[in-house]
């Protein structure tokens, strides 16, 4: 069984989002959708988003590795949205579904 995340469009009258990438992108799209509206579930297979500019900065010493990166399952939770661990395999924009790898090993 493949596990499909982004069924139905509404939940409880919430415009149901899917976002896939923590990085800069991903993480300003899930920052400005307000969760009083929307139901939004970030995908990534990281965990932590890295701050790259500064990351000169761990080479020369001057900061630590936690200096520059935070959770993103943390800061999702303070946005009042869901944050999901897993690579996406596949879209499907018709039907509005996605596919996690993940998903898929457990269907083995
Ligand atoms: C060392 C370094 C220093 C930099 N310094 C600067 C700077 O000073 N100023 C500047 O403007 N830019 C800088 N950049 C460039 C900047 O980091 C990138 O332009 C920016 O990260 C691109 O953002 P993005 O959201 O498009 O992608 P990313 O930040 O790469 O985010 C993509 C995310 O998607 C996730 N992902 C990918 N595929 C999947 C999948 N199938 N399922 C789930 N998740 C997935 C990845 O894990 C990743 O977290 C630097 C880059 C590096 C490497």
Not at 21 to 41: D, I, K, P
Not at 51 to 77: A, N, T, Y
């Amino acid at each position: 069984m493949i596990k499909k995340f982004i069924k139905n469009k509404y939940v409880n009258d919430h415009y149901r989002v899917g976002i896939i990438s923590g990085g800069y992108g991903g993480l300003t799209a899930a920052l400005n959708l307000n969760a009083s509206r929307f139901c939004v579930t970030l995908f990534d297979q990281k965990k932590k988003f890295n701050w790259l500019p500064d990351i000169h900065e761990l080479v020369s010493g001057m900061k630590r590795e936690c200096d520059l990166q935070f959770s993103l399952e943390g800061r999702l939770l303070q946005l009042g949205h869901t944050f999901c661990n897993k690579s996406v395999t596949s879209i499907d924009p018709d039907c509005k579904q996605l596919v996690t790898e993940q998903a898929k090993n457990l269907s083995v």
